[in-house]
């Protein structure tokens, strides 16, 4: 089991950069994969990048070149650098990590707008 807590949502302009965070209760050395997913009203969660125990990264076609994820296994946490932000990648950004099973955090808000 495992507890995520996220952090670093905010208001941005378009153009603009965050950088999110995701603090987990437990060591994270065995956590095979930790990735960000993000949920607009009406819409299904999408993945937007994740990273594995490994290192390897998987991002979503509308991220590629603007995001960039990473992990720190000493700090128990991973990281979701935005640049470039555009008004679409407005939503609400979860962490998830996947171990016997998906755990989810509560999620941060990132709007995107001038």
């Known amino acids: 089991q495992v507890q995520l807590v996220e952090s670093g949502g905010g208001l941005v302009q378009p153009g603009g950069s965050l950088s999110l965070s995701c603090v987990a209760s437990?060591?994270?050395?065995?956590?095979?994969?930790m990735g960000w997913y993000r949920q607009t009203a009406g819409k299904q969660r999408e993945l937007v990048a994740l990273?594995?125990?490994?290192?390897?990264?998987n991002y979503a076609d509308s991220v590629k070149g603007r995001f960039t994820i990473s992990r720190d296994n000493v700090k128990n946490t991973v990281y979701l650098q935005m640049n470039n932000l555009k008004p679409e990648d407005t939503a609400v950004y979860y962490c998830?990590?996947?171990?016997?099973?998906?755990?989810w955090g509560q999620g941060t808000q990132v709007t995107v707008s001038s």
């Open positions: 990273v594995t125990s490994g290192g390897s990264t």
């Open positions: 998830n990590a996947q171990i016997t099973k998906s755990y």
């Open positions: 437990r060591n994270t050395f065995s956590i095979l994969k």
